[in-house]
């Protein structure tokens, strides 16, 4: 998919009121304030309601992508597995006249609240900026560009576009990834080596290009 907006699981968390209810699972993020809205009052929003800003992937088959299923060991009936309770678009667990059957689509097989890609793995990343000496640390995606962390990092300076972005003196391609660029995630090499990965974090150093553009 072109032109992928990733998320960090910390973004997803600060959406997490029932004005603003974001949740992720199976790898993608998903903006359920319209639902909510939608459905106002409704007690099957609960569960969701009480999941707000958090990932919900344990909820689903991986494989089919629909809520995963259990066999009740009473019953021996196949039943949709609801840890949190039963909740919106889920069936009763027994046959009930008052259950609509045309409803439509679950809210889960719904693209339209996709919001984006849920990271696989974050990295904190030093960016300086060599003209004012300021430095700030942000967490990234390992799965963005230099462009889209460049956007990240408009709420510093929102001139950042007017600087070359180097690291060890070399310019980097903004079209492409820290590893791309030869800018390694050294975490799992720190775990090897029982280092705390807090003590160093790679650095982008920012030069001024004598112009003053701005997004």
Known sequence: MKNTKYY????????NTIDDI?????????????LIKEHAG?????????????DISHWFNPKTKDIRTHVDPLTGCVKYFTPNGRFLHVPPPWPCSDWPTDSGRP???E????EGVLSGKTRR?????TLTS???????CTEESLNAILQRYLRYNAHAASYTWKHNGVSLDMDKTLGDNGIPDEDEEFYQLRMDRERYTQAIHLYFNDDLTQF
């Not at 949740?23 to 903006?31: A, D, F, I, R």
């Open 107 to 109: 809210w889960w097989s």
């Open 134 to 140: 300021q430095e700030q640390t942000i967490e990234v």
């Open 22 to 34: 974001w949740v992720s699972y199976l790898g993608k993020v998903y903006n359920l304030t319209p």
């Open 42 to 54: 409704d007690v099957l929003l609960k569960p969701l309601i009480e999941m707000a800003g958090k």
């Open 111 to 114: 693209t339209r609240y996709e």
């Open 8 to 15: 960090t699981p910390y973004e997803v968390s600060l959406h």
């Open 125 to 129: 990343l030093r960016i300086v900026n």
